[in-house]
């Protein structure tokens, strides 16, 4: 029996424009030339597996992500999802430097409909503990990697996607994401990382080159 895909891309095709440069600005035009990122992509995710994400930097990695996120809406194709989704990022532009890291997991809690509980909750399983009273500005980067991943982990989404969430963790800090992917919940777990050690724990690999991606075993 097949089971049942929980994240499907059905002839996905993603666009971005660049930046505008001064020829564009002449025409008023506010961005750049149009560069076809993600090109037919058909992928089928299952419940259970952890689909590690490789390629070259800026093969498209990121941008397949946001895309299953729902952060960025395809050209033509579509995503679908089955369960909610929790998404890791520690990108500086995910966060409000004077919140502290408490009141960002109490806003994603109120976002997704969580029990205020859930802070707690997962900032025990992404190991903060005093610091949750600090403001970002006052964090680590090793900090607030743990923030980008303990706000993906709110209300137990189905789907987990990770956005190389371990640059800036110490080694305490890459062992209990190591732990967290090979844990059985969530559900379905796809990572973009250049950390070989978790890259080994997948069971799939997503290659994306050149606007084209693969599914392979590992």
Not at 79 to 96: I, K, L, N, P, S
């Amino acid at each position: 029996m097949t089971t049942p895909a929980i994240l499907e891309f059905d002839g996905v095709r993603l666009d971005v424009f660049g930046r505008a440069g001064l020829r564009e600005l002449c025409r008023l035009r506010l961005t750049g030339p149009r560069r076809t990122v993600l090109d037919d992509v058909h992928v089928r995710l299952s419940a259970g597996e952890r689909v590690v994400v490789l390629g070259p930097n800026g093969s498209g990695k990121t941008t397949l992500l946001r895309a299953a996120a729902g952060v960025l809406s395809p050209a033509s194709g579509h995503v679908r999802v089955h369960g909610r989704v929790g998404w890791g990022v520690t990108d500086e532009r995910a966060f409000h430097r004077r919140l502290t890291m408490r009141a960002h997991l109490a806003l994603a809690c109120a976002l997704r409909g969580a029990p205020a509980s859930e802070v707690d909750r997962v900032a025990q399983a992404c190991g903060l503990g005093s610091e949750l009273e600090q403001p970002l500005d006052a964090c680590s980067t090793g900090q607030r990697a743990r923030l980008g991943l303990a706000r993906a982990l709110v209300g137990a989404p189905e789907v987990l996607l990770l956005d190389e969430v371990e640059r800036g963790l110490d080694a305490e800090g890459r062992a209990a994401l190591a732990a967290r992917l090979s844990a059985r919940d969530p559900s379905l777990v796809v990572y973009a990382t250049h950390d070989t050690a978790l890259a080994a724990l997948a069971t799939r690999v997503l290659r994306v080159d050149a606007g084209r991606v693969t599914l392979e075993a590992t």
